[in-house]
């Protein structure tokens, strides 16, 4: 729909999540690159995570995956990101809260790790989930429009910062 125009693709959190596993797609040669802000490596790793921390006892997921199958219709070892990273066609930029007690900041190195030359890692101390841009604005900006700049063709003009 937008032939002249470069696309970034951006998602936080579970959006986060899903424009990595957008990213091994075929797509238009206008999407240019991802921003992805406290994504999860993988659903099973994320549900696992989370029952722990509600204090669920560790028999609790194959009943929660019993059920994403029974009633949800999908597998949650399915959403495995890692592979979508390691095939990703496009460069990510990933950022995160060192102090994100929802999906772990280690999580979003595992994403890192899969194509460290194509992803990049940024991390925000103090950041809680989803939170970076509020706790160090000046660095948040700094560091996606810094990467947006460079993953852009050759044939634009840049991305200008909101602070100039």
Not at 41 to 53: F, G, Q, R, W, Y
Not at 74 to 91: V, W
Request: proline share 6%; with cysteine.
């Amino acid at each position: 729909r937008f032939p002249a125009h470069d696309i970034i693709l951006v998602g936080i959190s579970r959006g986060g999540s899903t424009v990595v596993a957008a990213s091994e797609l075929e797509m238009p040669d206008t999407v240019k690159c991802a921003v992805a802000d406290c994504p999860y490596a993988c659903v099973a790793d994320e549900l696992t995570h989370t029952a722990k921390k509600l204090g669920f006892p560790a028999a609790v997921y194959p009943l929660i995956r019993l059920s994403a199958k029974i009633f949800g219709g999908f597998d949650t070892r399915d959403g495995d990101f890692r592979k979508s990273a390691a095939n990703t066609r496009i460069p990510i930029i990933i950022i995160h809260g060192e102090a994100d007690g929802l999906v772990p900041c280690g999580m979003s190195a595992e994403l890192r790790d899969a194509c460290p030359e194509k992803i990049s890692h940024v991390t925000f101390p103090d950041a809680e989930h989803g939170l970076s841009y509020l706790v160090d604005r000046d660095g948040y900006i700094e560091a996606t429009y810094s990467f947006i700049n460079k993953s852009l063709s050759k044939n634009t003009e840049g991305v200008r910062s909101p602070k100039g």
